[in-house]
């Protein structure tokens, strides 16, 4: 019998037909007016959503490639930055910046816990002016499902005059950011993510500081090279062919989106990040992170006792047509991640927990039928907590 | 009134119906079962058309990022290597190389003219042992619609045992292309030239000897990493998110090239360019290159006197819905470019050709209607040239 799946990943994310079709049409030339109209309309509409006038610009290439792109632009080998590090993305942030011969100092945080102010405006003030030159720090770590307080913690970081480079791969779009008003210099987004596109184009933006910064950067880059995409950019195209149908499917997304309105984005993702905690909660699971820093797109859920997540995860694609993320790194096996991210309504997150219940069935893990569906759209239904509020 | 294009660029080519629909599937998880066999499937038709059992990695990226991703993953700062150049690609990528600090010693080509067999003799004889530890050529020069004679030139560089990277980007899937029997260490290719999928994948084999030189490569790379790649695609999958609809729409592009058969595909395209090169020299128009070189994909004309290329390009598409490029460089305003790359039938030129008859005259060169059309058929239907043996 035909099964739609109901896509429950941090990403790719669920993507409308309305959109795929959009993807559908006919190809254009990359070097035209209509490709030109195109990429204005979509950085402008970013802009918007993004809450920043700085340039934004589209490369082709998945987010890990847009914060390649981040530090290659910016930075220059020997460089010190300070990375701040809670999960599997600000860990890979930090290889990145190794690979490219950057003097790393990481300050981790135990996985499930927040990268809280106070830990930032301790180690900025162990750097002194002759310390990093750059701080890395993800928006909202994707492997536990943490968002981190951006708004708090911006202001110590700008104070400090290092360049802020962000990752808000699976933020951006679904979760308050405030990119001008937070001072961040380069912030790098994903189609696939929150704004519900196909993958294959990264969006990065690039402030006054940052530009500066890539005139003495010396890193080697050629193919995401910041100048030469601002150049084209200039006179409506990409330096190299762009991912065409992929740029036409977000401009399709984020006329969807405009349709709901940013503010309304976010409220729903705070809703239905609530909705998910509380339905899997009421299964007895456990919720991997601390609530307090609970992520609005990504729920880490602990796999119970003696069920191996993978198994789990196995058992909810294959009988119930329900695609959820394993765990990463050390955490595969143990926790099994949510994705309420972008194109999601409270629809799919019940027909997930439904799902879920039957699933735990085959591991005798047993609940009142109906129970995760109940508790979650109790919670929905409550009176909503307002979004970037989520710590009172 | 709604009239469709005649994409007649050397990229993105025109993408089939059905490739298109391909690409709109509802979204999958690009770590699950489905993603591997697509993965596997997409990978042995492309060792296939390419004639090799060499690793095949697809990366998120245009050709020129499959190009950046040969340099770095095979050379260190400070290496010598040998770039041939007879266009505006071989520059591109004598500059990558040059922006990864390696020592890069250009041998250029008047444009319009092939990088003979002895040109490559000559100059690696000047090399020696302690002399470029690579070789950096294009294949099908797209700037000039050349084809550089590389099952000549293949041997001389296998003999010289250095590493031999070649951009064959808008050549591989329509030309003769042995990557086994040639002995190409690296070489590239992307997703929206010949194989008629859209922009975003870009396809790039790797020998035995590349590996072994990926050891000992210190130049930086992650996203581009081709170690990763690997160890992912043994897992079947890719090491960052995949342009997921891109790789869909190439498995589907895959399957419509395996119904003509390489063969097919190859002759075609020798039939298709030597029919668009008499359909404009019957209208008067000199082609640029050297036609023993000519290349099957893309036919560069020189634009008549007094007529800037760009306003006729502008008159082909605003008033016939016939796109083609112009002259890149030095050749803005004095060249088109005719691609004839992919799917393409006779038909799709000897309506560019009626358009191009119909084009002209606004610039007062007539013909006699149907002139370019008659000659382009007369060529079409004559013995077929057979491919691979042009120089005859």
């Not at 400090?160 to 210099?185: C, N």
């Not at 990264?202 to 010396?218: D, I, L, N």
């Not at 995860?313 to 994705?339: N, S």
Request: glycine share 10%; aromatic share 6%; with cysteine.
């Amino acid at each position: 019998m035909y099964r739609p799946q109901n896509l429950r990943l941090p990403g790719p994310t669920f993507v409308p037909q309305a959109v795929l079709q959009a993807s559908a049409r006919p190809m254009i030339n990359h070097r035209g007016p209509e490709f030109a109209a195109l990429l204005a309309a979509v950085t402008r509409a970013l802009q918007d959503f993004l809450q920043t006038r700085n340039d934004v610009l589209l490369l082709t290439a998945s987010g890990t490639g847009g914060l390649e792109a981040a530090i290659v632009n910016v930075l220059s080998a020997g460089d010190k930055v300070l990375a701040f590090n809670n999960g599997a993305f600000g860990e890979r942030w930090a290889a990145m910046a190794k690979a490219y011969g950057l003097d790393v100092r990481r300050v981790d945080v135990p996985l499930g816990r927040a990268i809280e102010p106070e830990l930032v405006r301790d180690e900025l003030r162990k750097e002194g002016p002759n310390g990093a030159r750059a701080v890395l720090l993800t928006h909202n770590e994707t492997s536990v499902g943490v968002l981190n307080p951006l708004r708090e913690i911006a202001p110590i970081i700008r104070e400090s005059g290092k360049l802020f480079l962000v990752d808000s791969v699976s933020g951006a779009g679904a979760v308050e950011l405030d990119i001008d008003g937070w001072g961040i210099d380069v912030c790098v987004t994903a189609s696939q993510k929150a704004w519900g596109a196909p993958p294959g184009l990264s969006m990065v933006t690039v402030g006054e500081r940052a530009w500066k910064a890539t005139e003495r950067a010396t890193l080697p880059r050629y193919y995401f090279d910041f100048q030469k995409a601002k150049a084209s950019l200039e006179k409506g195209a990409t330096p190299w062919t762009p991912a065409v149908t992929v740029v036409i499917a977000l401009q399709e997304a984020l006329r969807l989106m405009s349709e709901e309105g940013l503010e309304g984005i976010i409220q729903r993702h705070v809703d239905l990040a609530r909705a998910t905690r509380r339905g899997v909660q009421a299964l007895g699971l456990g919720l991997f992170s601390d609530e307090n820093y609970a992520s609005p797109t990504v729920t880490a859920v602990r796999s119970p006792a003696r069920v191996d997540s993978r198994n789990l995860a196995r058992v909810l694609r294959d009988e119930y047509d329900v695609v959820v993320a394993g765990g990463q790194g050390k955490l595969e096996g143990q926790i099994f991640r949510l994705g309420h991210m972008g194109f999601v309504t409270i629809s799919d997150i019940t027909s997930m927990l439904g799902a879920l219940e039957l699933a735990l069935r085959r591991f005798n893990v047993t609940a009142e039928p109906g129970t995760a569906i109940t508790a979650a759209l109790r919670a929905f239904a409550a009176e909503p907590v307002v979004a970037g509020a989520r710590r009172g």
